[in-house]
């Protein structure tokens, strides 16, 4: 199965991410090391860092799927493309896509966390209030069926939540279109 995570930044994607890659398990693949550690190696920030570290990821992800095994994309996943990106991962290998979005209902709780947070990635640059605000704006509104998990929700009945979903088999999301 491929997993699918989508939020905003600081939402509490990756929270839950990591915990279902652990009860599962599956392999979680992070956008933001993948894009901190081109920048490490010299890629020039000007470039689409941001699409290559998806790219990266979905090679990841291909290889686990290959192997038999469940994958976690841990990525906001704001446009359509990426989705399509991930529908058609999954079409490739013959699996089941679900896709599971984190919201942050209170947006104080969600600046306060994003202001707070240090996840430790060596080069990589939190988003500030207003950028996280910009990125909201240009969300684009889903096609697929999808899980919504509000993370002002205490995290262990997000992941019961997910992992109920997952067990009940995710609805199919629709045909890629090429």
């Given at each position: 199965m491929l997993i699918v995570m989508a939020g905003l930044p600081a939402a509490g994607k990756s929270s839950v991410a990591q915990r279902l890659g652990r009860a599962l398990p599956a392999v979680v693949v992070p956008v933001d090391p993948v894009e901190a550690a081109?920048?490490?190696a010299?890629?020039?920030?000007a470039q689409p860092t941001g699409l290559a570290a998806?790219?990266?990821a979905e090679a990841v992800a291909d290889?686990?799927?290959?192997l038999g095994q469940s994958a976690v994309i841990d990525a906001v996943n704001a446009v359509e493309a990426a989705r399509r990106q991930w529908r058609a991962l999954a079409e490739r290998h013959r699996v089941s896509v679900a896709f599971i979005e984190v919201v942050c209902s209170?947006?104080?709780?969600?600046?306060?966390?994003?202001e707070h947070r240090s996840?430790?990635?060596v080069g990589f640059k939190e988003p500030t209030w207003e950028a996280v605000q910009q990125r909201r704006i240009e969300y684009e509104p889903w096609t697929d069926h999808r899980l919504v998990l509000d993370s002002t929700a205490d995290l262990a009945s997000n992941?019961?939540?997910?992992?109920?979903y997952l067990a009940e088999g995710a609805p199919p999301s629709p045909p890629v279109r090429h």
């Open positions: 081109m920048w490490r010299g890629v020039d920030r998806y790219l990266v290889g686990e799927l290959a209170d947006w104080r709780v969600h600046r306060r966390r994003l996840r430790g990635i992941v019961t939540k997910a992992q109920e």
